[in-house]
């Protein structure tokens, strides 16, 4: 799918302050621990429920999941201070409702996730070309421009090169330029392979394809089967995982992938178990959330 990324998802938050969303797209892109735990509870069952939740229910989901219920409350008060969640209490009770902004993320986090095949169904064989270099004293830079392009699907198959079959990627392309401090120095193109070595050779350069299948193969023997008997915990951890996936994958043309790739099974696994688990972790979601306690 072809999705907006990045600063396209920025545009949804309106007048909201892009630093304070920043933090936001960092954790939305694959940060783990407790912070990403919460945007899997938000995501998952927040969103969709379209209610407020109280902090017990949160208490309540992550503790199955080990998080402390101290940890859980100080996950809660910077998702507000950061505008994912807006507080109201009643007497006392706090309960919790995705903020207009956060709720637009999500619902953009949704469909990439859920739509996800872990391969670009239609490639026109035409590449993204960013021609960018950071100085070495600009190490703030330098480890933004490399972690946000990967992020973006970017590979870099020799320094100063980051190449994508995402065309369409121009925009988000040039928001992580600007914020390396490296746009004026960089160059963006559409580029078609016409001759020379063979594009395999170039994609094992740009992206380590092997670790990222091994990451499959450990998501198929994990989710294979029911993970545990607990409804929020076996769909929490099966989404939680494959948001983490679907955030690092380029998502490469067929053409380009190894044979037999581990990606495509995946994709299969999670959309049949998510349909055969998700019915049930809703319900329960709904009665932890219905009263605080």
Request: hydrophobic content about 40%; charged content about 25%; proline content about 6%.
């Amino acid at each position: 799918m072809s999705e907006p990324r990045g600063a396209a998802a920025l545009g949804l938050f309106g007048n909201a302050s892009e630093e304070r969303f920043a933090f936001s797209r960092r954790y939305a892109a694959g940060t783990g621990g407790v912070r990403g735990l919460l945007i899997t509870v938000l995501g998952d069952y927040v969103r969709p429920a379209r209610q407020p939740a109280p902090t017990s229910a949160f208490i309540d989901a992550l503790g199955r999941l080990g998080v402390e219920e101290t940890a859980c409350r100080q996950a809660l008060i910077r998702a507000s201070a950061d505008g994912w969640v807006i507080p109201r209490r009643e007497g006392r009770y706090t309960w919790w409702r995705l903020s207009p902004a956060f709720e637009q993320f999500l619902n953009f986090g949704a469909s990439r996730i859920f739509g996800f095949t872990a391969t670009q169904p239609r490639w026109d064989r035409r590449w993204l070309v960013v021609l960018a270099r950071v100085p070495e004293s600009n190490r703030s830079g330098r480890h933004l421009l490399y972690t946000r392009l990967r992020w973006a699907g970017f590979g870099r198959p020799a320094p100063g090169v980051w190449v994508s079959t995402h065309t369409d990627r121009v925009a988000e392309a040039e928001m992580v330029l600007r914020e390396a401090g490296a746009h004026e120095q960089a160059q963006i193109f559409l580029s078609e392979y016409l001759t020379g070595g063979d594009l395999p050779t170039l994609v094992r350069q740009a992206w380590d394809l092997d670790e990222l299948d091994g990451r499959y193969e450990r998501f198929i023997e994990d989710f294979g089967r029911a993970p545990s008997d607990d409804p929020i915990v076996r769909v929490t951890r099966m989404v939680h995982a494959w948001r983490l996936l679907a955030l690092v994958d380029p998502a490469l043309p067929a053409e380009l992938l190894p044979g037999r790739w581990s990606g495509i099974r995946a994709a299969k696994l999670f959309q049949r178990q998510h349909a055969r688990w998700e019915p049930a972790a809703t319900r329960e979601w709904g009665r932890i959330s219905q009263r605080a306690i």
